[in-house]
Structures are given as structure tokens and as C-alpha cells.
């Protein structure tokens, strides 16, 4: 297979979750699995229930050699674009793990400047045990930023719509105003922000 290479000990898997949402940071993570400890079930964190995907959070957590998170803010998604933002995520993530891999393992049909050997794998995150083990802890640190946001707006729905342009988001938005989380550039805020002449 294209992701297996006798050669290389430290694979790391890199995802991301939250390009779509219209508030808070994109999230990445990072991780190189122990060969001598399989976690059984890593697959695509979207395939899993959100009490799974706590379960396998910890265990990766556990028996991961390491792991680490990455991130771009709100106002540098709006400066970078979504794109940019979300490979300096990546790009963080794999600078933050305590190893240095030897090959990097992307989720998606592109990879960025690591300074190490990458590789981008469309449906890595079903294929790539690495990439699996990345996308659950990324979805898990992003949906408890949201559980919080929640906490903090309730009024917006977040726990529930996680921050994705659905039709109660956007009627929140209309009812309550734009908070300062929400990225200003994606074209349903900036429309808001446009029709309350800010």
C-alpha cells in the first residue's frame, strides 16, 4: 500500500476538523502510534459516536508514543484563508509532539511544508490507522471547545451544531449578533456583518 514503507519506524498521522464551521479555530492533531500497542476501532472520527470517540480519545492518549495538538485561530483564518490556516494548524501540531517522525501521513489531497517527508492520502483518516487515531482527537478537543462555548452562549445552539452554518446557527446569528469567535470572513458573517453595517 502507498502508507507502508518497511523503512519507516515513526509515522505520524495528521487531521484536521472544523474547516467548515463559521466560529472558533480549526483543529489539527498529530500522532505516532506504538506498533506494540493496537488501539482497536480507530476509524473516521465522523463514523463514531461522540461516547466512542471520548472512549478511543483516551486510549490514543495512553498508548500513543506521542501526540500533539495544533490550531489556527479565528482572525488567522480571516487574514490566511481557511486553506492557509488549516496547514499551519498541521504544521504546529507536528512541530509540538515530543518525537520527531520520520514520514508525516495527511488526511486529504494535500500536505504542507513539514521539513519532514509527507504524503497526502484521500480517506487516510479510513485507511491510515495514524490518520484515524488524528481525527478522533482533533474532534474531541474541537467539540469540547464547543460544549464550552455553549456554556458561555447558550443562546447560539453550539453544542448541537458544533459552529456549521446550519438554519439555526445562522437565525441565531440574525437574532443575537456576531460574536467575536466567529471568523469574519466566511461569507454567511460577513453578510450579517454587512446588513448590521459593522
Given at each position: 500500500m502507498l502508507y507502508q514503507r518497511p523503512d519507516v519506524q515513526l509515522i505520524c498521522g495528521v487531521d484536521e476538523v472544523g474547516r467548515g464551521p463559521l466560529i472558533g479555530a480549526v483543529v489539527t492533531a498529530a500522532v505516532i502510534l506504538d506498533p506494540?500497542?493496537?488501539i482497536?476501532?480507530?476509524t473516521d472520527s465522523k463514523k463514531l459516536s461522540e461516547k466512542r470517540r471520548r472512549e478511543l480519545a483516551e486510549l490514543i492518549k495512553q498508548n500513543a508514543l506521542c501526540w500533539a495538538l495544533g490550531r489556527a485561530e479565528p482572525a488567522e483564518i480571516?487574514?490566511?484563508n481557511i486553506l492557509h490556516a488549516t496547514m499551519?494548524?498541521?504544521r504546529r501540531a507536528v512541530a509540538a509532539l515530543s518525537i520527531k517522525p520520520e514520514w508525516v501521513l495527511v488526511d486529504g489531497n494535500r500536505t504542507t511544508d513539514f521539513g519532514?517527508?509527507?504524503t497526502a492520502i484521500v480517506k487516510g483518516d479510513l485507511l491510515v490507522p495514524e490518520i484515524s487515531a488524528a481525527s478522533i482527537l482533533a474532534k474531541v478537543a474541537r467539540d469540547t471547545e464547543m460544549h464550552a462555548l455553549h456554556q458561555a452562549y447558550p443562546d447560539y445552539g453550539f453544542a448541537a451544531h458544533k459552529g456549521y452554518p446550519t438554519a439555526a446557527h445562522l437565525a441565531a446569528i440574525g437574532v443575537h449578533?456576531?460574536?467575536s469567535e466567529h471568523r469574519r470572513s466566511f461569507k454567511p458573517v460577513r453578510q450579517m456583518l454587512?446588513?448590521?453595517g459593522v
Open positions: 506494540n500497542k493496537p482497536a476501532g480507530l480571516d487574514q490566511l499551519l494548524a498541521m519532514l517527508p509527507a449578533g456576531v460574536l454587512e446588513q448590521q
